[in-house]
């Protein structure tokens, strides 16, 4: 039986390597994400009997379909070593500028929908121009797209909700589709929730089966090395940003449907709530590792929290400082573990192994994918 005691220098040996390497897997990234929505949802069942009820598990799914839209494109642009902080901003312009369009200039509804979409996509092209041309880092183009696209929301809307009743086409209010699937359900499941699982799989499959999937955790774990293996990185980076752009304009489209209206103002602060959600899902904030599943276990757990703390009465304020804790020990945790498995499998195989074989190093980068 091998031993699990240290070396002389205090470097572990091969048996407490191997053990080290999967106490340190289990407790982080996704695994870590999924122990804590489970203690977080067996906690509020013991708290309250109002919380793991049908109706307020829907009441979870549809409040945060949207944040979970936006948060799938941010997976991809973060795995690639990216950021958008930009994507709330794409959403309220997509929404705002759809309703303009068939609420107050009387566009048909197609083309309403389409206009929304070609707004997410200019606001994705126009932010991978900028970091894969102008060489911008992606923190401050996105930063900077965040308060112009806003601007550009308040500009198309005069500031005002839409539609206004003023200038409104009679009789029209928002797209008839978009509308159904914001706010309707089919069989007791909103139809948000329905999008938001589909654009997840979506993401999965960008993800774990295509191409691209491949060029961005390739990016993410070595940018030099993927350049040298042929990958074309502008090109990738620009088609990310492209489709993080779309979806954000997806989820702005559902979020004017589920509130019958849009606003310039509208998804405020949900473009940290993405990236919360896909760090909390275990996704490297540097790149190169995490999915999209673990994106889909973050937003559970913020949502979890948020709906759970509102049950028992505790303050927004309070939510607010829960919620940053919460985040910060995920991170913390997940860094915890990336040190030990290095350690664990940069330690030399000597003494008290009884000849086995060293433990096979953990893989990042790509072999950390998950749906």
């Excluded at 642009?77 to 705002?96: P, W």
């Excluded at 492209?242 to 989820?251: F, Q, Y």
């Excluded at 904030?285 to 559970?300: H, P």
Aim: net charge positive.
């Amino acid at each position: 039986m091998a031993e699990v005691t240290t070396g002389r220098r205090g470097r572990l040996l091969p048996g407490a390597r191997a053990a080290a390497v999967r106490v340190a897997t289990a407790a982080g990234g996704r695994g870590g994400a999924v122990a804590i929505l489970l203690l977080l949802v067996l906690g509020f069942f013991i708290a309250t009997p109002d919380f793991l009820t049908a109706d307020n598990i829907r009441n979870v799914l549809r409040q945060y379909s949207v944040p979970a839209i936006l948060a799938v494109g941010q997976t991809l642009v973060i795995v690639s070593a990216g950021i958008d902080l930009s994507v709330a901003s794409t959403a309220a312009l997509s929404g705002s500028l759809m309703g303009v369009a068939f609420a107050h200039w009387g566009w048909p509804e197609p083309l309403a929908v389409l206009l929304g979409l070609a707004a997410g996509f200019a606001v994705g092209a126009f932010n991978g121009f900028v970091i894969t041309r102008l060489k911008v880092p992606d923190f401050i183009a996105t930063l900077g797209t965040l308060a112009a696209v806003r601007g550009v929301a308040l500009l198309v809307t005069d500031g005002l909700p839409v539609p206004d009743y003023t200038r409104a086409v009679e009789g029209r209010r928002v797209p008839g589709s978009v509308a159904t699937l914001g706010a309707e359900s089919v069989l007791g499941v909103p139809l948000i929730v329905v999008v938001a699982a589909a654009c997840a799989l979506l993401g999965w499959f960008l993800l774990s089966r295509t191409k691209l999937g491949r060029a961005a955790y390739a990016i993410g774990g070595n940018r030099e090395a993927a350049r040298v293996s042929g990958i074309r990185i502008e090109q990738s980076k620009w088609w990310i940003y492209v489709i993080s752009g779309l979806l954000a304009a997806v989820a702005g489209m559902m979020l004017t449907g589920r509130l019958a209206s849009a606003n310039a103002l509208m998804a405020d602060g949900m473009e940290l709530q993405s990236i919360a959600a896909v760090v909390v899902g275990g996704t490297a904030l540097f790149g190169g590792e995490g999915g999209v599943g673990g994106t889909m276990i973050g937003i559970l757990i913020i949502g979890v929290l948020a709906n759970g703390l509102s049950i028992l009465g505790v303050a927004e304020f309070w939510q607010r400082v829960v919620n940053g804790l919460i985040i910060v020990a995920v991170v913390a945790l997940d860094q915890w573990r990336r040190r030990v498995a290095s350690r664990a499998t940069d330690a030399p195989a000597t003494g008290g192994s009884g000849g086995l074989n060293p433990s096979p190093p953990v893989r990042g980068g790509t072999g950390s994918r998950g749906p």
